[in-house]
Structure formats: C-alpha cells, structure tokens
C-alpha cells in the first residue's frame, strides 16, 4: 500500500511537471509572437521617423536655396528686373543713414556697364560750389561717362533704373544721369558731400536727397568708400587706418546713403570719399536722386 501511494506521488509530481513544462511552453510561444509584432511595429516606426526626417531636410535645403540664390520671382518680368529674392540689405548705419545692398546687380549687369563706358572715359569733374559748372580738379582723379536714357538706347541700363526707384523709393525721374566711372591705381576721391550748397544748382530738381554708388568690379586693392563721420571705429582706406567706417568694393553691390534727414536738412555726416586705389581697376556707377523731377 506505501508503495502504491508512493508510485501515485510520483505519478502525480510528473504530471505537474509535465503541465508546468506545457505552460512554459506556451508563454515562450506567446512572447515569441508578441516580440515578432514589437519588432514590425519598432521597424516602421524607425523607416516613419527617417522618411520624415529626410523630408525636413529637404525642405530645410529648398528654404536656404531661395533665400540665397533664388528668386520666387524668376518667372515674373517685373520681379526678375528688380531682382526680387536675390537682394539682401544690410545696415551700415543709421545716422547717417546708410544702406548696403547685396547683389544688386548681375554680373552681366556690371560687365555691360563697363563696356558701355570704356571707350567714352573723360576725366571726370567737380562742381564748383561758388558758380556752380562742373570743373576739373585735384579732388577727384578718375575718369568717367555720363549715361544718358531719355532714349532708351540701352534697356538692360533702363532696368537698373527702374530697380534704383525701387530699393531708393524715389522716382525715376527724379535721378540725374547715371555715372560710370573708373579709378586707376593712386587714383582717389577726396571727402566730400553730395549735396549742394549753391543755389544754382538747386534749380533744377532741387536738393541731392540720395546717392547710390554700384560697385561694378572687385578685383582691386584699395579704393574702399570711406565715411569718416560715420561709426567710432576704424577701417583701412587705401592702406591706412583712418577713423570712420570704410565699405570695400564687390561686383553687384551696391551702396545707398541718404544725403538729408527726413527733415529735409542735410546731413553733414554724410561727408565720403573714394580711397586711393592701391592696385587693379575699380570700376562704380554712381546715381544721384533729387527731391522733385530733375531735366538737364
């Protein structure tokens, strides 16, 4: 009898054993199909992730492309001649106001500009502030050309035009003819200031309110835009520091000061002169706006 219930016992621990091992099994079978689901659900989740990820980047690149080389205005006539997307201003200084305008123009622009003019230098003059004609002197040294549009010989040159009003927002008719000018090394422009003192010339189209000064070549040395009322710091003027704030030459920008306050007075801050060019050719197109319509 001890026997028999010792077999039972026996018996009975390995059927448990048997039912544990069969339970344990299933749990495994279980966890096995469970980890199989985890393991799709992780993977799309991580391709999800890298697909939005690669989208955003490129996105990102596409943002830094327009806001660099590229015009949402290609397409439109209006917006391509005003380079719209393709010019960025800086601040040089607010008194005196003036405005550093990036890519102004193209180098097609600035190429043409300086074969417009090449054959058709002239030494270039000054106005004298007690007759107030235009007379050679030791102040300016280069040479220049005086472009006239009122035939619209030149419509690229027109479409700088119309682009000055624009970014100036003064009218085209209010600008005096476009200067093309040309400095040779030890070649310079000594301070001065655009705007006028004689009543002469204030007869026609009144004051200089603002000049713009394009820069059509870069590959000089010197021959920097000085203003030495403007800023506390110091800057190199055709090799020298001087105090005031210096702005070197880049093909297709363009530099945009205003000569008077919004009151109307002129600003005496505004006084600017070219640096002596130290080596290579410097090439601007300067553009004086008056207050009301200028007629040579």
Not at 34 to 39: A, I
Not at 61 to 71: D, G, P
Not at 269 to 294: I, P, S, Y
Request: include cysteine; aromatic fraction near 10%.
């Amino acid at each position: 009898m001890l026997k028999f219930s010792k077999q039972s016992m026996w018996v009975s621990l390995l059927n448990r054993g048997i039912r544990v091992f069969c339970h344990l099994r299933e749990m495994q079978v279980t966890r096995r199909g469970c980890s199989k689901y985890v393991f799709v659900l992780l993977v799309f989740l991580t391709v999800t992730m890298m697909a939005a990820g690669a989208l955003q980047l490129i996105f990102l690149f596409k943002c830094l492309e327009y806001t660099t080389a590229y015009s949402f205005w290609k397409n439109d006539q209006d917006g391509s001649i005003l380079r719209i997307g393709l010019v960025k201003q800086e601040v040089i200084s607010w008194a005196p106001r003036i405005m550093l305008l990036h890519n102004f123009l193209s180098a097609q622009e600035c190429n043409h500009l300086i074969s417009v003019a090449r054959s058709n230098l002239v030494k270039s003059e000054v106005v004298d502030a007690q007759t107030g004609m235009s007379t050679e002197s030791k102040v300016r040294t280069s040479t220049g050309m005086s472009i006239d549009q009122s035939n619209g010989e030149h419509p690229l040159i027109q479409a700088i035009e119309k682009r000055i009003a624009m970014y100036s927002m003064i009218p085209m008719e209010n600008g005096e003819r476009l200067q093309v000018l040309r400095y040779e090394p030890d070649q310079y422009y000594k301070p001065h200031h655009d705007y006028f003192t004689d009543e002469f010339n204030l007869k026609s189209g009144g004051q200089r309110v603002a000049t713009m000064l394009m820069y059509l070549s870069d590959r000089v040395e010197g021959g920097e835009t000085y203003f030495p009322w403007s800023g506390p710091g110091e800057c190199s003027c055709g090799g020298v520091m001087r105090k005031g704030q210096c702005v070197k030459p880049k093909q297709g920008d363009a530099l945009l000061f205003w000569n008077t306050r919004s009151d109307g007075s002129t600003d005496h801050n505004t006084l600017h002169g070219g640096c002596k060019v130290l080596a290579g050719e410097k090439w601007l197109a300067t553009k004086w706006m008056r207050q009301d319509v200028f007629n040579d």
